[in-house]
T-cell receptor, first 110, second 112 residues
Framework: DGGITQSPKYLFRKEGQNVTLSCEQNLNHDAMYWYRQDPGQGLRLIYYSQIVNDFQKGDIAEGYSVSREKKESFPLTVTSAQKNPTAFYLC?????????FGPGTRLTVT | GQQLNQSPQSMFIQEGEDVSMNCTSSSIFNTWLWYKQDPGEGPVLLIALYKAGELTSNGRLTAQFGITRKDSFLNISASIPSDVGIYFCAGQGSQYGNKLVFGAGTILRVKS
């Protein structure tokens, strides 16, 4: 089955710890994206990558880091510098015209 | 970043009613996309529009790409309880590269 997988679905961390969220796609898409969604809010772009070994900051990149070593994978690290890390994180990938989302990871930091 | 103007912000539906929502922008877009998000899940692509004036259906859903390329509409006919959720519009334009610009969402709830 083609699609985007994110794991885990729920993640709990203590404040001050870095945490890495996984995103894998088998759609053969070049472009991949990370969004953050807060309760009752829309989608805000954290980072995106249009090709392997290249990525750009989105609107709210501070406190996050990414890598794109393989076409299929685009992991997101939430660092301890992110002031309000608790949120729902969505990964997406796109063909030139359509963007598809993964199921999301809910991160809770206490 | 820029956001599209999506309205209404929320609405209540009764089973069997038709529903309409729209998105507007001050910028021109080349592609309009409509998504539905259920609680705790990722958005699912419902309809993609590629040409000004295009009208596309997906079951009970119909969406249109505005002639000015600055707006889009989504209609749901004969709503059913599983239509509840959040509907997002998104536009893609050359001025934003491959990135999408999103509306804030329309929350569909069931009248009790």
């Amino acid at each position: 089955d083609g699609g985007i997988t994110q794991s885990p679905k729920y993640l709990f961390r203590k404040e001050g710890q870095n945490v890495t969220l996984s995103c894998e796609q088998n759609l053969n898409h070049d472009a991949m994206y990370w969004y953050r969604q807060d309760p009752g809010q829309g989608l805000r772009l954290i980072y995106y990558s249009q090709i392997v070994n290249d990525f750009q900051k989105g609107d709210i990149a501070e406190g996050y880091s990414v890598s794109r070593e393989k076409k299929e994978s685009f992991p997101l690290t939430v660092t301890s510098a992110q002031k309000n890390p608790t949120a729902f994180y969505l990964c997406a990938s796109s063909s030139p015209y359509e963007q598809y989302f993964g199921p999301g990871t809910r991160l809770t930091v206490t | 970043g820029q956001q599209l103007n999506q309205s209404p912000q929320s609405m209540f539906i009764q089973e069997g009613e038709d529903v309409s929502m729209n998105c507007t922008s001050s910028s021109i877009f080349n592609t309009w996309l409509w998504y539905k998000q259920d609680p705790g899940e990722g958005p699912v692509l419902l309809i993609a529009l590629y040409k000004a004036g295009e009208l596309t259906s997906n079951g009970r859903l119909t969406a249109q790409f505005g002639i000015t390329r600055k707006d889009s509409f989504l209609n749901i006919s004969a709503s059913i309880p599983s239509d509840v959720g959040i509907y997002f519009c998104a536009g893609q334009g050359s001025q934003y590269g491959n990135k999408l610009v999103f509306g804030a969402g329309t929350i569909l709830r069931v009248k009790s």
